[in-house]
């Protein structure tokens, strides 16, 4: 189910009730009640009072859930929305369980459920670690980073990753680290962002011949470069799929007790 579409529908519906009561059905109580008290010599006691004024109940809880339902739509949708990361394709920058929040307006604002965007802010650059719509599946959510821009040539041949002809530079900082004993950890520098990787020197990973980005699109790969689907399988990501900027890990929760000694910013 796309809960951005049932959010949508949740506000509309209940703020469509209560601006019809607020139009046509709360001034039809009120005439009852000013025909009845007219009526009577001695005017209305306050039960019968308070039974003619009382609202309906799509009413009441349209009036409650309104306000509530609007704010978490547009914090939602144009300004932080939280997410869960379910693989390991990012290892080490996130772990599985790890709850990210994500920036929705660094690359400009997008209308809910249609995705178009209206006002325009940033675009991504490399190194950014993005969320986007999977292109194959638009209704799932994708984390990966940013690699190639717009325009970009991308390599990846024998574990190392070239953009425009060029290395991306790295280095060795660990051998098989304790989080993940069959890896490598190393520094990479892509763009103004240093952040680490995982490479397993026991498995071959995916190859990949030289490709350009094309306009509009971008190139993503996962930190554990050697057990992450991404673009060097399914291709590029296309402007109109991009959800937004994650910047912080805000708790972790693997089926036990949620843990927030895992606070962080992501880089």
Do not use: C
């Amino acid at each position: 189910m796309d809960f951005s579409l049932l959010l949508v529908l949740a506000v509309a519906l209940s703020g469509a009730i209560y601006l019809l009561d607020v139009l046509v059905l709360r001034p039809k109580r009120r005439e009852r009640v000013a025909k009845a008290e007219s009526a009577t010599m001695e005017g209305l006691d306050a039960p019968t009072r308070e039974k003619l004024l009382k609202e309906p109940w799509p009413v009441d809880y349209s009036r409650s859930f309104f306000p509530v339902l609007l704010v978490v739509l547009v914090v939602r949708s144009f300004i932080i929305e939280p997410f869960q990361i379910p693989s390991g394709s990012m290892k080490p920058t996130l772990e599985v369980g790890d709850f990210i929040l994500v920036n929705k307006f660094a690359y400009g604002l997008r209308l809910p459920v249609v995705h178009h965007r209206f006002l325009e802010v940033d675009d991504p650059e490399r190194g950014d670690v993005m969320v986007f719509r999977f292109p194959e599946e638009p209704s799932v959510n994708f984390i990966k980073r940013v690699v190639g821009l717009p325009g970009d040539r991308i390599r990846y041949e024998g574990k190392q990753l070239y953009v425009n002809g060029e290395p991306v530079s790295k280095a060795l900082i660990e051998e098989g680290p304790m989080r993940s004993p069959q890896q490598l950890l190393l520094e990479e520098e892509l763009g103004d962002v240093s952040h680490f990787i995982y490479n397993n020197p026991r498995d071959p990973g995916p190859q990949m011949r030289e490709v350009v980005v094309p306009q509009g699109h971008y190139f993503m790969m996962g930190d554990n470069r050697d057990h992450s689907n991404d673009s060097r399988y399914w291709g590029f990501v296309p402007e109109e799929n991009i959800v937004g900027r994650a910047f912080a890990v805000w708790m972790h929760w693997d089926g036990g007790l949620p843990s927030f000694t895992s606070i962080r910013r992501i880089e």
